[in-house]
């Protein structure tokens, strides 16, 4: 499923609008966005957690020279999924 199928689903679930559906969802990404941009948290309870974290700097191989390289330390969003997000897919087997 792409955005605007997601759009289009929940405008049909909701009986909103398509455009007010897909204001609805931008403004949730937004907001999702601002959070962890700025370092903090996001709990959607049920859903997950949206956070960051620093990935150290690390020495890493380039495959084609085989030399050793640096690879510089970096911010990195992470998804971890939540308790009955994963019990709905577990039962979808």
């Given at each position: 499923m792409n955005k605007s199928e997601l759009i289009k689903s929940i405008s049909e679930k909701t009986g909103l609008s398509l455009k007010d559906?897909?204001?609805g969802l931008d403004?949730?990404?937004h907001f999702i966005r601002?959070?962890?941009?700025?370092?903090h948290k996001l709990t959607l309870?049920?859903?997950g957690t949206f956070s960051t974290y620093t990935r150290g700097?690390?020495?890493a191989r380039n495959f084609k020279t085989g030399k050793s390289?640096?690879?510089?330390a970096k911010k990195i969003v992470k998804f971890k999924a939540g308790k009955t997000l994963?019990?709905?897919v577990q039962k979808s087997k």
């Open positions: 559906s897909q204001r403004t949730t990404l601002d959070t962890v941009k700025k370092g309870v049920g859903f700097e690390r020495t390289i640096k690879v510089k994963n019990q709905i």
